[in-house]
């Protein structure tokens, strides 16, 4: 056998070996043979391009294709103890890197169009993070959107018609995780908390608020003929997890992809 041959196939075993480590503990599917380690690489690569730009279609069609090769067979393995104790692939912190969920972001929007009503785009010179920290052992999940200021010497001068507007630091959202299958997962919210330095008043610098019991949720469930330990009023369906991004889609049939933070 010629030596660049040996090297070629040296390559590939290490390649397949390292994508089965880095999906050690999360049940890899049999989607890990060596052409589907190269076509998911390939796809999760175009996938993070696409929702650095925001092109909704092409997202939308590489979630789709991406969640063929999906390596974990349990997605949500681990979380609350479902599957057993093991690691679980949801646990951490997560960072959004797209959703077509127009009120995601919502709370950060304060720019008004033409209309005078508040549209899609957020403040000049204030920069957005959103995403969430996960406890899968007891199935708490804290989605946050966070606030800060570019560093941008117009935006200091007050005069500025175009100054930063920053409606608040962080908004947090408490959410209780269940798991109700292999890859589905319920939503209860729980509470939230408002955390704005600026704010005029001093009991609004950190304001916290309650959501309607989980009972709540299943009453509108049944209203709209659903069974909601099938379908509650709120959950997602993981379409794609492993060490680095994350796609799933709400009961809505919105889509979310969250990159792994650090």
């Not at 049940?27 to 380690?37: C, E, Q």
């Not at 001068?157 to 962080?170: Q, S």
């Not at 950190?206 to 989980?214: M, R, V």
């Not at 060490?243 to 009961?251: L, Y």
Request: hydrophobic fraction near 35%; charged fraction near 30%.
């Amino acid at each position: 056998m010629k030596l660049s041959s040996c090297l070629t196939l040296t390559s590939l075993v290490f390649v397949a070996r390292t994508a089965n480590y880095e999906c050690d503990g999360f049940s890899p599917a049999i989607t890990n043979n060596i052409p589907s380690i190269f076509k998911r690489a390939s796809l999760k690569k175009e996938l993070i391009k696409a929702a650095s730009t925001k092109d909704e279609s092409k997202v939308l069609s590489l979630v789709e294709e991406l969640s063929q090769f999906n390596p974990t067979a349990v997605p949500t393995s681990g979380l609350m103890g479902y599957g057993g104790s093991g690691v679980a692939p949801l646990n951490g912190k997560w960072k959004l890197l797209y959703t077509n969920a127009q009120d995601a972001e919502a709370p950060a929007r304060t720019e008004k169009n033409k209309d005078e009503k508040f549209g899609d785009e957020v403040a000049t010179g204030v920069k957005v993070k959103t995403g969430q920290r996960i406890n899968a052992e007891n199935g708490e999940c804290i989605n946050y959107i966070q606030l800060s200021e570019e560093n941008d010497d117009a935006n200091d001068d007050v005069n500025n018609p175009k100054k930063r507007k920053r409606p608040f630091d962080e908004l947090e959202i408490t959410i209780q995780m269940t798991p109700l299958s292999d890859n589905r997962v319920r939503l209860d919210f729980v509470k939230g908390k408002a955390l704005n330095e600026n704010a005029p008043l001093p009991f609004l610098k950190e304001f916290n608020f309650n959501f309607p019991p989980p009972s709540f949720g299943d009453l509108l469930a049944r209203i709209r003929g659903l069974d909601p330990k099938i379908e509650p009023q709120a959950y997602f369906d993981i379409l794609y997890i492993d060490n680095e991004i994350r796609a799933h889609r709400t009961g809505e049939g919105k889509i979310f992809v969250q990159k792994r933070d650090k």
